[in-house]
T-cell receptor
Framework: ETGVTQSPTHLIKTRGQQVTLRCSSQSGHNTVSWYQQALGQGPQFIFQYYREEENGRGNFPPRFSGLQFPNYSSELNVNALELDDSALYLC?????????????FGSGTRLTVV | AQSVTQPDIHITVSEGASLELRCNYSYGATPYLFWYVQSPGQGLQLLLKYFSGDTLVQGIKGFEAEFKRSQSSFNLRKPSVHWSDAAEYFCASVGSSASKIIFGSGTRLSIRP
């Protein structure tokens, strides 16, 4: 059974650029959630995808967008990067959305915006 | 609004000593509660979870947590810590929409040799 895989592990971007982060869910999991973890803080919920549809969104601007594919892998896209977007981005997959049997987290993508 | 509070930012304990990390939640109904651990530069690993039933929950690595509804608490305990337990610990609950996890701000655990 594979876990959650995120790529890339580290990324440096310039303010104003766009970035795409990728996540492969744990085998059999159909729900993917994305979190932003700023330095020294707990993770903050960005959004969740369930069977390719967005199923809840946190307090993040529209320049944060996502996709979930038929194989349940997912992408997080951030447009017009700002310095405050520098953070660890975590992806978590779960078997179902309404009954949280457990969330499996990836190791994250460290994004630095300069 | 639903929230999770970890009142201790940083705790240092001696190796072999007992540990208790505090967590308080704010939610009307019985929440789903979790404890995660994060080593530097790493993702989150689930230590244990509480959904219902027995209020004392056993987890991995010798950790346990007790759900106390009257105190809105879900404290994490370990009888004897090891140097490898040094990490950041996050308490979390599932929100009313059941679609997002709400995390506390974390407690950093340091181990004194």
């Amino acid at each position: 059974e594979t876990g959650v895989t995120q790529s890339p592990t580290h990324l440096i971007k310039t303010r104003g650029q766009q970035v795409t982060l990728r996540c492969s869910s744990q085998s059999g999991h159909n729900t993917v959630s994305w979190y932003q973890q700023a330095l020294g803080q707990g993770p903050q919920f960005i959004f969740q995808y369930y069977r390719e549809e967005e199923n809840g969104r946190g307090n993040f601007p529209p320049r944060f967008s996502g996709l979930q594919f038929p194989n349940y892998s997912s992408e997080l896209n951030v447009n017009a990067l700002e310095l405050d977007d520098s953070a660890l981005y975590l992806c978590a997959s779960s078997l179902e959305v309404r009954v949280p049997s457990g969330y499996t987290f990836g190791s994250g993508t460290r994004l630095t915006v300069v | 609004a639903q929230s999770v509070t970890q009142p201790d930012i940083h705790i240092t304990v001696s190796e072999g000593a007992s540990l208790e990390l505090r967590c308080n939640y704010s939610y009307g109904a019985t929440p789903y509660l979790f404890w995660y651990v994060q080593s530097p530069g790493q993702g989150l690993q689930l230590l244990l979870k509480y959904f219902s039933g027995d209020t004392l929950v056993q987890g991995i690595k010798g950790f346990e947590a007790e759900f106390k509804r009257s105190q809105s608490s879900f404290n994490l305990r370990k009888p004897s810590v090891h140097w490898s337990d040094a990490a950041e610990y996050f308490c979390a609950s599932v929100g009313s929409s059941a679609s997002k996890i709400i995390f506390g701000s974390g407690t950093r655990l340091s181990i004194r040799p």
